[in-house]
């Protein structure tokens, strides 16, 4: 799996448990990351899942750095700007497990007098939005790529990866 932390130090899916604070001790560091690096692990393994269904997923994780992925890749992860539809996934489904941890249904940015309060679900909107669009150039890819396989692409998961969100639910 490629998605790192590092993915979410930065806006627009910065999560601050991402980045080690300096003077916080690393015990505690270690204790505030475990959920992100759970989400890492269980949610990157569901968007190419989706992607490219169980068949084709259990062949490209068994040699992620073979050439015949090469172009995939590109797609999926930008390692310079640390861009990838997998972490705007992660961070969608991240505010949606640990929205308790954001005070219940919201996400408090602090201010030095008081806090401005912000629903998380515009923040999940958003980046599920970008990854949305992200996902176009990747699933053209895959149905116009002939990639050295005997595994089938499932396109089942497509129609979720494809569908836009707004905060109504319609």
Not at 94 to 113: H, I, M, P, R, W
Not at 139 to 155: C, G
Not at 156 to 166: A, D, I, P, R, Y
Request: with cysteine.
């Amino acid at each position: 799996m490629a998605i790192t932390k590092a993915y979410f130090e930065q806006n627009p899916v910065a999560i601050p448990q991402a980045k080690q604070n300096n003077g916080i001790n690393a015990d505690v560091y270690t204790a505030k990351t475990a959920k992100l690096d759970s989400a890492i692990r269980r949610h990157e393994k569901a968007y190419l899942t989706r992607l490219l269904g169980r068949e084709l997923y259990a062949e490209y994780i068994a040699a992620p750095t073979d050439a015949k992925w090469a172009d995939l890749n590109a797609l999926l992860y930008d390692t310079t700007l640390l861009v990838s539809p997998i972490a705007n996934y992660i961070y969608y489904w991240f505010l949606d497990e640990n929205a308790g941890d954001y005070d219940g249904s919201l996400v408090t940015t602090t201010k030095q007098e008081n806090a401005t309060n912000h629903p998380v679900i515009y923040k999940q909107i958003k980046a599920w939005n970008a990854m949305v669009e992200m996902n176009v150039p990747i699933l053209s890819y895959l149905q116009n790529t002939v990639i050295s396989t005997t595994a089938v692409i499932d396109k089942q998961g497509w129609e979720e990866l494809c569908t836009f969100k707004n905060s109504m639910g319609i």
